[in-house]
Every structure is written in C-alpha cells, then in structure tokens.
Nanobody, 121 residues
C-alpha cells in the first residue's frame, strides 16, 4: 500500500495560484493501471473530484475546473502536483491526493491525510 502526503501553503490570496504537491512513497507513480487523483472537501460539503493523472501522464479534469486546473508530475521525485489558478474564496477546502484504479472517484482507500487551504485576503 502506498503512502501519500500533501504539501503546500495553507493560505492563498484571491486571484493567485494554489499549488499543492503530493509525495508518494511505497510505490511508483508510473505503475500501470493506477490514477493519481486530487479531491477536495469544502466546509460543510461533500468531497469533490477535481482531476487525475494516469500512470502514463494523461490528465483528466472536472469540466467546471478545466479552465483553471493543471495536474503534472515529476517522476524523478515520485510526486504529482495540483495547480489551481485564479482562486476564489469558494476554493477554500481540505485538499487530498489519492491513488485508485478508477479515474473518477472520491472514495479512494489510499489517500493522504489532507491539507487545509484557505483562500482569503
């Protein structure tokens, strides 16, 4: 079982770019048949699937975020990264990275502990 750990700033100002990194241990992000996923949970709301990157580097994004989101990876560091541009207060959430064999899921068993990101001036 892999371990995933999110890292990044806890406070981002409106209109700036949110950048989070997920560091993976216990398995390679290039292992076939897995997707590396970002989900978030705004306060009082359900988990939201944001996007994913496959083991071969293909990316998939939730349509409503597609104009603002990018997911990339650094295979040498076994990390994948979320960038969310032009953030607004509604992007305030706990952000999680996860691994799954299914692209669009919010119920991954293999998930990081999450990191709180607040969008505020």
């Amino acid at each position: 079982q892999v371990q995933l750990q999110e890292s990044g700033p806890g406070l981002v100002k409106p209109s700036q770019t949110l950048s989070l990194t997920c560091t993976v241990s216990g398995g390679s992000i290039t292992t076939n048949s897995y997707y590396w996923i970002w989900v978030r949970q705004p306060p009082g709301k359900r988990l939201e699937w944001m996007g994913a990157i496959s083991s071969s580097g293909d990316t998939y994004y939730w349509p409503s975020l597609k104009s603002r989101i990018s997911i990339s990876r650094d295979t040498s560091k076994n990390q994948f990264t979320l960038q969310l541009r032009s953030v607004i207060p509604e992007d305030t959430a706990v952000y999680y990275c996860a691994r799954d064999s299914v692209i669009v899921t919010t119920t991954s068993v293999e998930r990081g502990q999450g990191t709180q990101v607040t969008v505020s001036s």
